[in-house]
C-alpha cells in the first residue's frame, strides 16, 4: 500500500524554526520529484517547493524562498521541510505529495502529483 504521511506539524511563535517529515512507505521518495504544498482554510492549495528525484536538487516559491529548505534521506525514504523564519502567514495545512511520472522538479500544479500524504498542521502565532 502506497502511503506518504506527514509529520512535525504544531504550535509556534513568528520567527521560530520548525522542521516537517514526509515519510513514504510502498513507494521509494527518490524514484519522483517530491513536492511541498500548503492550503490554509479559504484559500487553494499552494505550491511550496519540490525536490528532484536524483541529485538533490529544490525549488522554492518566492513566498518562502530564503526560509524554507527540502531535502531527503533516501535510506529513511523520507523527505524534510525545514521552515526558518517563521511567520503568521505561513499558517496552513502542509501537504507532501509525490509527482506524476515524468513530471520534473518545480511543478506547480497538485494535479501533477499522483499520492498525497494527509496533511499536517502549522500554526504560526504572532
Known amino acids: 500500500q502506497v502511503q506518504l504521511v506527514e509529520s512535525g506539524g504544531g504550535l509556534v511563535q513568528a520567527g521560530d524554526p520548525l522542521r516537517l517529515s514526509c515519510t513514504a512507505s510502498g513507494l521509494a521518495v527518490s524514484s519522483r520529484a517530491v513536492g511541498w504544498f500548503r492550503q490554509a482554510p479559504g484559500k487553494e492549495r499552494e505550491f511550496v517547493g519540490s525536490i528532484s528525484r536524483s541529485v538533490g536538487n529544490a525549488v522554492y516559491s518566492d513566498s518562502v524562498k530564503g526560509r524554507f529548505t527540502i531535502s531527503r534521506d533516501n535510506a529513511k525514504n523520507t523527505v524534510y521541510l525545514q521552515m526558518n523564519s517563521l511567520k503568521p502567514e505561513d499558517t496552513a495545512v502542509y501537504y507532501c505529495?509525490?509527482?506524476?511520472w515524468g513530471v520534473g522538479i518545480g511543478t506547480p500544479s497538485p494535479d501533477e502529483y499522483d499520492y498525497w500524504g494527509q496533511g499536517t498542521q502549522v500554526t504560526v502565532s504572532s
Open positions: 505529495a509525490r509527482t506524476r
